[in-house]
T-cell receptor, first 111, second 110 residues
Framework: KAGVTQTPRYLIKTRGQQVTLSCSPISGHRSVSWYQQTPGQGLQFLFEYFSETQRNKGNFPGRFSGRQFSNSRSEMNVSTLELGDSALYLC??????????FGPGTRLTVT | GIQVEQSPPDLILQEGANSTLRCNFSDSVNNLQWFHQNPWGQLINLFYIPSGTKQNGRLSATTVATERYSLLYISSSQTTDSGVYFCAVEGDNAGNMLTFGGGTRLMVKP
C-alpha cells in the first residue's frame, strides 16, 4: 500500500506571497492532519480534516487554512507569507482516531 | 493542554550499547506513538503504544498509562539508529491531534 505523499517536496517563496501544499493520504484513510516543524517551536499541530470537515484546529493565525476533497486528498494554504513561516510542513493520515502515518514533508523557505 | 517531556534531550552512544529514552505526559491519553525522524525529515513510525509493552527487533517500548510515562529501549545500537526520536500523544477529547515532545537526539558512534 502506498504511503502518504506530499507535493512539492521543496519550495522557496518570497515574503508576502501565498503558497499551497498538497497531501495525498494512504488509501482508505479519511483523516488528514497537518503539522509545522521549526527549530524553535518543534512540531506543532495545525489542523485536522475528516470527511471534508475540519474537526480540530491548532493555535495558528488565520493566514493558515486548509481543505479536504471528497477523495480525502488535502491542501493547506498559507497567505501573506512571513519569514517565520519557513518550516517543514508534515501531513499525516489515519483511520479515525488510530495510528497516524506521516508523509515526507514539504520544506518551505520564505525569503 | 497536555504537556509532553522527553529525556534526555541528547544522547551519545558507542555502537553496540543499549539505551532508554523516556517520555512523560501530564494527562491521560488515548494514543501514544514513538517516531524516528530521519535526516530528510520524515517521521518513521516505531510504535503505537497507548498502554502495555511491544517489541520490534532491537527496539521495544513500554507505556504505563496510569503513571503517565512511556519508555523506548534500543538494544545493541547501530549507527543507523542515529537521529531524533519523538514521542507524541493524543489526549482525551483531543480529536486526533498529536502533541509532540521535544525529542531525543541520538548519535551512535562507530
Amino acid at each position: 500500500k502506498a504511503g502518504v505523499t506530499q507535493t512539492p517536496r521543496y519550495l522557496i517563496k518570497t515574503r508576502g506571497q501565498q503558497v499551497t501544499l498538497s497531501c495525498s493520504p494512504i488509501s482508505g484513510h479519511r483523516s488528514v492532519s497537518w503539522y509545522q516543524q521549526t527549530p524553535g517551536q518543534g512540531l506543532q499541530f495545525l489542523f485536522e480534516y475528516f470527511s471534508e470537515t475540519q474537526r480540530n484546529k491548532g493555535n495558528f493565525p488565520g493566514r493558515f487554512s486548509g481543505r479536504q476533497f471528497s477523495n480525502s486528498r488535502s491542501e493547506m494554504n498559507v497567505s501573506t507569507l512571513e519569514l517565520g513561516d519557513s518550516a517543514l510542513y508534515l501531513c499525516a493520515s489515519s483511520l479515525r482516531n488510530y495510528e497516524q502515518y506521516f508523509g515526507p514533508g514539504t520544506r518551505l523557505t520564505v525569503t | 493542554g497536555i504537556q509532553v517531556e522527553q529525556s534526555p534531550p541528547d544522547l551519545i552512544l558507542q555502537e553496540g550499547a543499549n539505551s532508554t529514552l523516556r517520555c512523560n505526559f501530564s494527562d491521560s491519553v488515548n494514543n501514544l506513538q514513538w517516531f524516528h525522524q530521519n535526516p530528510w525529515g520524515q517521521l518513521i513510525n516505531l510504535f503505537y503504544i497507548p498502554s502495555g509493552t511491544k517489541q520490534n527487533g532491537r527496539l521495544s517500548a513500554t507505556t504505563v498509562a496510569t503513571e503517565r510515562y512511556s519508555l523506548l529501549y534500543i538494544s545493541s545500537s547501530q549507527t543507523t539508529d542515529s537521529g531524533v526520536y519523538f514521542c507524541a500523544v493524543e489526549g482525551d477529547n483531543a480529536g486526533n491531534m498529536l502533541t509532540f515532545g521535544g525529542g531525543t537526539r541520538l548519535m551512535v558512534k562507530p
